[in-house]
Each structure stands twice: as C-alpha cells, then as structure tokens.
C-alpha cells in the first residue's frame, strides 16, 4: 500500500510501501498505539504515535489547520471497509504545500 512518511528533523517527505499494516505502522513510528486524523472527508489521514507529546519525540510538524504532532507520521489512505489502510490518495507535492515544518 502507498503511504508517505513525514519526517520532521530532516524535513522531509517520502513515499513507502506498507504490507503490513497497522502493525508495521506502528514499528515504523516506534508506537504502541497509533492515532489517525482525517485531513479530508472520505480521504487519507494522518497516522500518527497517540502518546507522541508525553513520549516527547523530537520534531515537529503541523498539517493544515491541525494540531501539531511530534515525532514523524504516516499518510495513508482512508480506512478500508474491514478497518485496514489503503492507498495514500494526496499527491506528494500538493502534501509538502500543507505541510509547515516546526523543528
């Protein structure tokens, strides 16, 4: 599946390849338990580490008028009918024009 990670301290954004879902997802963002925000209805989220401010990751990133997240992210497409994640939607460089770097 096609996702990018969103990388704060180097201020960067790559597209990946997820086969392993939410559990890869949450290996790649060093999470017990990730979060998802939909930044578009019926769209792709923002996957990203629930306890990422009291776990204090280093970096910082905010999409559009979101709350800022710490540490790095995933986007991923919308929830698929079993719950599982889909393809990333957004193209890389219509993301990098929502994305504002903090750190």
Same mark, same amino acid.
């Given at each position: 599946?096609?996702?990018?990670?969103?990388? !704060?301290?180097?201020?960067?954004?790559?597209?990946?390849?997820?086969?392993?879902?939410?559990? =890869? %997802?949450?290996?790649?963002?060093?999470?017990? &338990?990730?979060?998802?925000? =939909?930044?578009?209805?019926?769209?792709? $989220? #923002?996957?990203?580490? =629930?306890?990422?401010?009291?776990?204090?990751? !280093?970096?910082?990133?905010?999409?559009?008028?979101? %709350? !800022? @997240? &710490?540490?790095?992210?995933?986007? @991923?497409? %919308? &929830?698929? &009918?079993?719950?599982? #994640?889909?393809? @990333? #939607?957004?193209?890389?460089?219509?993301? $990098?024009?929502?994305?504002?770097? #903090?750190?």
């Amino acid at each position: 599946m096609k996702a990018y990670f969103i990388d !704060p301290l180097k201020s960067e954004i790559r597209a990946i390849d997820l086969t392993n879902g939410d559990d =890869e %997802a949450k290996q790649l963002l060093g999470a017990k &338990a990730i979060e998802f925000d =939909e930044i578009a209805t019926g769209g792709d $989220r #923002l996957c990203f580490d =629930e306890d990422c401010f009291i776990t204090q990751k !280093p970096g910082r990133f905010q999409l559009d008028t979101l %709350a !800022p @997240v &710490a540490g790095s992210a995933l986007l @991923v497409g %919308a &929830a698929a &009918a079993d719950g599982g #994640l889909t393809d @990333v #939607l957004i193209d890389q460089e219509a993301l $990098r024009a929502r994305i504002k770097f #903090l750190s």
